[in-house]
């Protein structure tokens, strides 16, 4: 009798362990499924990614695998790394392709940078404006959270003091960040903008509006807007003498005309703190949903890239970069998520 009842016990433990075993496995085998099925979670991006595929000459994408798996990458959320981590991969050209964007753009000659492929182009311009080249420890917001609103270094070195002259060209009816560098600082602010329907006036916060811009030229544009350098801007408002702590340019593709005027006149050289959104492809200065292939020039590329080595040979250090996501588009070369609207933020170090 003891040994039946042993036997039916040690028989009902190994079909408890069997059934044990079977619902893990159970358990596995579902989950794997739903974990496989959330892996192939259709990605929308995906959608654009095809039709630009589909329509760019020469690029094919296979219509038998819509998944994209390789279309999953994503860049990091900012780059707050070392310059030196960050690398760029350059194809054909093995002696700098192990070198960071700073170190692989500097080390280039004009000419070398002009016979980039249009490829190597768009990997080196769209590296190098999310490099971080110095290290702020006190970042500061002025003016609104959302667009409007611009980062400034407020390490001791470069914090705006008293009697600190602030220049901002492009306000587009928002005033947040003028307001808040005069009222924080105690700064002397002008505010140019042609496009507004407002007159010269001196606002609450003492900030001075003009309704004027910055162009490569004095006079005026064919929509009768007043424009002046920032030279001859400068000697009209009793600044010569004066540097900048601050300048400002968010102009919608005029930077590519002022950018060069502004530095063959040398008219950076008094600039504590340099704030410029760059408009990379030709009209992304205006919104156009319908616009999907936002991939700047080569002409630009070679410009922007020439820009920058030259404003860094200033001593011009990017210390905060964001992308305008109004500008976002996928790239035709590696068809990855880019943004051809980028807000550099720089001090000048040397």
């Known amino acids: 009798m003891r040994v039946r009842l042993k036997t039916k016990a040690i028989t009902v433990y190994l079909c408890t362990v069997a059934l044990t075993s079977a619902c893990v496995l159970l358990i596995i085998h579902f989950n794997g499924r739903d974990i496989e099925s959330k892996s192939r ?7 654009d990614r095809v039709m630009l595929a589909h329509e760019q000459k020469g690029l094919w994408v296979p219509e038998d695998k819509p998944a994209l798996v390789n279309f999953m990458e994503k860049e990091p959320a900012h780059p707050r790394q070392e310059d030196s981590v960050k ?61 409007g609103g611009w980062e ?20 587009g009816d928002d005033f947040s960040f003028d307001d808040a560098a005069a009222r924080n600082y105690k700064c002397e602010v002008h505010s ?53 702590a601050i300048l400002k340019i968010d102009i919608e593709e005029w930077e590519w005309q002022v950018l060069p005027e502004i530095l063959s006149t ?61 500008c976002k588009y996928v790239s035709r070369f590696g068809l990855k998520e880019r943004s051809a609207c980028h807000e550099l933020h720089m001090v000048r170090v040397s």
């Open 152 to 171: 400034i270094c407020g390490d001791e070195m470069f914090v705006p003091k008293s009697k600190c002259l602030v220049y901002s060209f492009g306000v």
């Open 266 to 326: 040398q008219s950076l050289s008094d600039v504590k703190q340099f704030l410029i959104e760059l408009h990379a492809c030709e009209t992304c200065s205006v919104f156009n949903p319908q616009l999907i292939d936002k991939e700047p020039t080569k002409e630009r590329y070679i410009k922007a890239l020439n820009l920058f080595k030259s404003l860094y040979h200033l001593g011009f250090r990017i210390f905060w970069s964001h992308k305008n996501n109004a």
């Open 192 to 244: 140019f903008d042609p496009s507004m329907k407002q007159s010269d006036h001196v606002r609450e916060s003492t900030v001075h509006f003009h309704k004027k811009g910055l162009a490569d030229f004095n006079g005026e544009t064919n929509s009768g807007w007043k424009v002046g350098t920032l030279e001859s801007i400068k000697h009209e408002l009793g600044h010569q003498e004066r540097p900048l």
């Open 41 to 47: 979670s259709f990605d929308h991006m995906a959608v």
């Open 87 to 147: 690398k760029a991969k350059i194809s054909h050209l093995p002696d700098v392709k192990d070198l960071s964007p700073t170190e692989q753009l500097t080390s280039l000659s004009r000419a070398r940078v002009a016979n980039l492929s249009y490829a190597d182009l768009s990997e080196l311009y769209h590296s190098y404006v999310m490099t971080i080249q110095y290290e702020c420890h006190n970042i500061v917001r002025l003016g609104r959270v959302t667009d």
